[in-house]
């Protein structure tokens, strides 16, 4: 289904706040100029929250661009007059919500029910001693599908360090592929906030950003694997003991309160390796790769069915019915309900730690969801006060293709503020009027999401948070983890951007 592009609307003609110093097109250019500098200097020197940075400077930018308060927040009575801070919070939040939603919770009740631990072991058993590194890269793409970049690393760091320790070799073989896998699934596939924020706010399918996240990750993933073996073979870093003792203390903590609670019931622990967090007889049903697998490709088959069916199909039953079910709020409900059961009510959890485990994951969402809306504000913003069409009209003069213009400006927001999320939001509004008067296609659009992501994970250093993450978790010097993890994550992102801009060419 090709993008059906909108009219260009024409700039509108404000004449307030800094325009009446410099008027017209050099006027709305210095604005955004001058937006996305302030934008920068409070998230990094004022260490501002994002939400609340990215709301200010959209304010400031459309007072500063002549738009009326009306404009901007409407009217304290009924009226036709429309927020442009609502209608943008809104339009992108009811696109990205329920999916991000969704998506914690089934990633919550894999990660808590073992069903991370049990791909590990498995896929290490296939593998062989001497291809673990590749086994960890395999789970680290399999298991970064469902869940957050930061929980990926939590609940696969024991297995790594088991690996390290038993090998005797730099930790950075094992965990710099896993670190690849995670990272790339968060950067280019949904559910994860990123790459569905980008298609809610250029209107994109996420069927396509799927196909193209994988068409484009996969190449990046293999380069950073090839990279994280020849740094691991020369850098190297002893496992962190006091991250494995914490984590034996931790299950035999466990394992105590499991026993107590068995005695004081009369029943089975709830908890061990790959065990859960329910009544009886989880620990004598140990997680099925099968089922993870099965639950975690369950709603990507289902979405990319739905995308495809509407190319190849003429409007029917047969296809409503497919669409239906393909659709990603239908979709990933049905994959957490499979979870529910194949991996909680089957295997003896109790209903109230379905709803426990499912309550706890939502609390991180907030400040995502609060930090992708405000993305959205700004974007609102710059369209509605003709700042965006400004911008549109010069990059078009400067030549170059709207696909490498993307990951640019990706690239330096991320290398400037350290968020990959604020990266690709603010990115995706700067760069949706330059699409607006192309007929471009839903798999072309799909791209220049993957060259934005691409470029959001550029260069991860000491103003992300992930930086410290990966240098504390597995007791990398700073020095180390610059040559390692941030090279990784440009390896990362120079081949996805260089993948999508060429199959740009031919899509």
């Not at 001497?130 to 298991?143: D, K, S, Y």
Request: hydrophobic share 55%.
């Amino acid at each position: 289904m090709l993008f059906a592009a909108a009219p260009a609307a024409e700039t509108p003609s404000h004449t307030g706040g800094f325009l009446l110093l410099i008027d017209g097109t050099a006027g709305l250019l210095t604005v955004a100029a001058l937006g996305i500098a302030l934008l920068l200097f409070l998230i990094i020197k004022v260490r501002l929250q994002p939400f609340v940075a990215l709301l200010a400077v959209s304010i400031a930018v459309g007072l500063a661009a002549g738009l009326s308060v009306t404009e901007l927040f409407g009217t304290v009575q009924k009226s036709d007059a429309v927020s442009l801070i609502e209608s943008g919070m809104g339009g992108i939040l009811g696109h990205i919500a329920i999916i991000i939603g969704l998506g914690t919770m089934l990633g919550a009740i894999l990660e808590v029910s073992g069903g991370a631990e049990a791909l590990s072991a498995r896929l290490l058993t296939l593998f062989g001693e001497r291809r673990a590194p590749l086994a960890m890269g395999v789970t680290g793409v399999i298991f970064g599908i469902p869940v957050f970049f930061d929980v990926g690393i939590f609940v696969l760091a024991p297995i790594v360090y088991a690996a390290a320790k038993r090998s005797g070799k730099s930790i950075l073989l094992y965990c710099m592929p896993l670190l690849a896998g995670l990272s790339m699934t968060h950067a280019f596939l949904p559910p994860h906030p990123g790459p569905v924020a980008a298609a809610g706010l250029l209107e994109v399918d996420l069927g396509w950003v799927i196909l193209m996240g994988v068409v484009c990750g996969i190449p990046a993933v293999l380069a950073a694997w090839a990279y994280a073996a020849w740094i691991g073979h020369r850098v190297f870093v002893p496992v962190p003991q006091d991250m494995v003792e914490a984590a034996d203390e931790a299950k035999a903590a466990v394992a105590a309160e499991q026993r107590a609670l068995a005695g004081s019931t009369g029943k089975g622990g709830s908890a061990g390796a790959g065990g859960g967090v329910g009544g009886s007889g989880a620990a004598e049903a140990p997680v099925s790769v099968g089922t993870v697998l099965a639950i975690i490709g369950t709603p990507l088959l289902l979405i990319l069915c739905a995308t495809f069916s509407s190319i190849a199909f003429d409007p029917s039953t047969g296809r409503s019915v497919v669409e239906f079910f393909g659709h990603p709020f239908v979709a990933l409900t049905i994959a957490l309900l499979l979870a529910y059961y194949l991996l909680g009510l089957r295997r003896g959890w109790s209903r109230k730690s379905l709803e426990t485990v499912s309550t706890a994951s939502l609390k991180p969402v907030g400040n995502i969801l609060l930090v992708v809306g405000a993305g959205g504000v700004f974007g609102a913003v710059l369209k509605g006060s003709g700042v965006a069409q400004a911008l549109a009209d010069a990059f078009d003069s400067a030549g170059l293709p709207v696909i490498v213009l993307a990951w640019l400006i990706s690239v330096v927001l991320r290398v400037a503020q350290g968020s990959a999320t604020v990266a690709i939001v603010t990115t995706a509004g700067i760069v949706s009027p330059l699409l607006a008067d192309g007929d471009y296609s839903q798999a072309h659009l799909a791209l220049v999401i993957m060259a934005i992501s691409a470029g959001s994970i550029f260069a991860s250093h000491v103003n992300d948070g992930g930086f410290w993450m990966v240098a504390k978790y597995f007791g990398i010097s700073e020095r180390d983890t610059l040559k390692s993890w941030t090279v990784l994550e440009t390896v990362l992102s120079v081949v996805g951007f260089v993948v999508a801009g060429l199959l740009s060419l031919v899509i």
